[in-house]
């Protein structure tokens, strides 16, 4: 299949717009989605077609390829979604949540954040861990770790996960999993982008309920003009 409206990332996360100078806002969108952050401007996010179903594409956003103005602007948003919560430690899941919780931690006071991680350490215990699969990364007998010199901070603490994004909701489910079996209380979860609603029911109404967002991004499903959102 030829490619269907994509295009290369480079000046993607670059820059957050104002809304007027976005020239396609509604669908069907074609190399990128203008998504609407909460003060009513605009981050541009390049559509990548689905390995496993090419006329299926969703929206990306990679942070580590984000300019540092782009990430401390989703960072402080994010703080303010989560500060009624009154997390009392943030816990970063891997890879691409890991910066935008340290700067999150900063926006909220705190000193410090647990960071979870996808590389076994000799001195780490496999019962501190649990199994996990994205959309963008789907390797199976990936595995997510605590370091067991950090388990002592999470217990009796009110605890908020953070994450670049969550789409299945897979990864979320299983740290929020891992965690309160160690004793903490998640009191929310917290992401950049909140990609369609599979992970809605994956995580279950209550849990979904608490996953707060700086901005949505549809599925995305071809049409000859782009894309427009599906289900």
Known sequence: ???????ATTGYWQRIVDAGEVERRDPPWRFGYP?????????MLPIRRLASDPAHAVASLILNQASLPVLDALGAMLARRLEPYAPELLVGLPTLGLALASIV????????????GTSR????????????????????????YLDPNQRSLLEGRRLALVDDAVSTGTTLHAAWDLLEALGGEVVASGVAMRQGARWVERLGAARAARVVGVFDSPLLGAVPDGW???D
């Open 1 to 7: 299949m030829a490619p269907h409206f994509t295009e």
């Open 35 to 43: 998504a609407a952050l909460p003060d009513g401007r605009v981050l």
């Open 105 to 116: 931690a900063r926006a909220l006071g705190q000193g410090r954040y647990v960071p979870l």
């Open 121 to 144: 350490k000799f001195w780490y215990d496999e019962a501190l861990s649990v199994p996990v699969q994205s959309i963008t990364s789907p390797v199976p007998g990936r595995r997510l």
């Open 228 to 230: 427009m959102p599906r």
